[in-house]
């Protein structure tokens, strides 16, 4: 139970850490973001946790191609939040991002890369 804790904890530290950054330096802020921290945290649980190295390789793997469809998101935000305001630009790039990925999919099982 406390493993758990401290991963819980570890994990919160870093979205707190991302969060003050971005308060003080948008550049600093958005480069820290954008570092794959939450997935090398997730590495790292995974490895201590003994898991096969296929598991983690697959992590890694699938991680790579479920970011690709979240890019358009980070052009479409700053473009939509003045328009819509915070809320609805939020749903719109939730939006986005579902049909980035449908599409994604889509394209990529053509090389047998099966997302869904």
């Keep these: 139970m406390s493993w758990i804790i401290i991963k819980y904890a570890l994990t919160a530290a870093m979205v707190v850490l991302v969060s ?8 600093l802020g958005g ?10 945290l997730t590495l790292v649980w995974l490895y201590v946790e003994r898991q ?3 598991k983690i390789a697959n992590h890694a793997w699938y991680t790579f191609w ?9 052009l479409a935000f700053p473009a939509l939040l003045p328009r819509l305001g915070f809320w609805l630009t939020l749903l719109a790039c939730a939006i986005l991002t579902v049909l980035c990925f449908g ?3 889509v394209i990529v ?3 047998g890369i099966l997302l869904l």
């Design 103 to 105: 599409l994604l999919a």
């Design 31 to 40: 480069f820290v973001a954008a570092l794959p921290l939450i997935t090398i």
């Design 66 to 74: 479920y970011v690709l469809p979240t890019l358009p998101m980070f």
């Design 20 to 27: 003050e950054v971005a308060k003080r330096s948008d550049k």
């Design 52 to 54: 096969s190295a296929e």
């Design 109 to 111: 099982r053509r090389f």
